[in-house]
Nanobody, 122 residues
């Protein structure tokens, strides 16, 4: 079984910082992409940041310059450093991983973390 465990969420004042972590465990032989999504009440799920195995990184326009995604290959952990947080960043943040679960890596599979709440007060 593959699991993604998220941590680092919490309550922070506007202008503050948080770092989210998403650690993958199980039978994992590689990754295609790791992604952070978020979903605020009454809104659809939004892609926040993406990193691929080839090193390509993309951010939503709303977080560019404030958020940084990174990946630790040894730990199979993706991070989201969030600085200059705004109340609009309040949401449940979800980690998504496109992972290879067999040695020959013929096909990646999609996995989701449980979500972690980020609340930014004004």
């Amino acid at each position: 079984q593959v699991q993604l465990v998220e941590s680092g969420g919490g309550l922070v004042q506007a202008g503050g910082s948080l770092r989210l972590s998403c650690a993958a465990s199980g039978s994992i032989f590689g990754f295609n992409a790791m992604t952070w999504y978020r979903q605020a009440p009454g809104k659809q799920r939004e892609l926040v940041a993406l990193i691929t195995s080839g090193g390509s990184i993309n951010y939503a326009d709303s977080v560019k310059g404030r958020f940084t995604i990174s990946f630790d290959n040894a730990k199979i952990t993706v991070y989201l450093q969030m600085n200059s947080l705004k109340p609009e960043d309040t949401a449940v943040y979800y980690c998504n991983a496109d992972l290879y679960t067999d040695l020959v890596m013929t096909q990646p599979y999609d996995f989701w973390g449980q979500g972690t709440q980020v609340t930014v007060s004004s």
